[in-house]
């Protein structure tokens, strides 16, 4: 090209930037868009790399939403087999409380009539010593008259004697 040969620039800079637009160059045809496969009747073709890619995405996400599915049927499970530990756990509580609550009911019975044995124990002993005592009163009353009477009959004996 000769040094006065210019291409001129493809923007025309004529008018506010917001109007700008292309120049044609010399010798350039007109653009024009091509026809789309669907104008031309020819069905549209497919990309087999972005077909595998999003049959790879499904497939990925299908997978996911079953582990998911998988995870929470665990976890729905763990949480079933805790309750119900917690459960057996209760009423083993529960069951224990009241064993205990029947061992010392049948202790406290146990020892209030053991306690009531004692005391019947000890009132027949008291018995038995008031009825001892009033034997020992009695023969030892009786054992008195029978020495004062002794007693009364050796001085009635030694004043016949004396006289």
């Not at 160059?25 to 020819?42: D, F, I, M, N, T």
């Not at 996911?64 to 087999?81: D, G, M, S, T, V």
Request: hydrophobic share 35%.
């Amino acid at each position: 090209m000769s040094p006065g040969v210019r291409l001129r620039s493809r923007r025309q800079t004529i008018g506010p930037q917001s109007s700008q637009r292309l120049l044609n160059r010399p010798g350039e045809r007109p653009w024009v868009a091509k026809l789309q496969p669907s104008e031309q009747g020819v069905p549209p073709r497919r990309q087999p790399r972005r077909e595998a890619a999003q049959q790879a995405k499904r497939e990925a996400a299908e997978k996911a939403r079953l582990e998911a599915i998988e995870r929470a049927k665990r976890k729905a499970a763990e949480k079933a087999e805790r309750d119900v530990a917690r459960k057996a756990e209760r009423e083993a509580a529960r069951q224990a409380k009241r064993e205990a609550a029947e061992k010392a009911k049948i202790e406290a019975a146990e020892r209030a009539q053991h306690e009531a044995t004692e005391k019947a124990e000890r009132e027949a002993a008291r018995k038995v010593e008031r009825e001892v005592a009033k034997k020992a009163k009695r023969e030892a009353a009786r054992i008195a008259k029978i020495e004062a009477a002794t007693e009364a009959k050796r001085q009635a004996a030694a004043e016949r004697e004396g006289d």
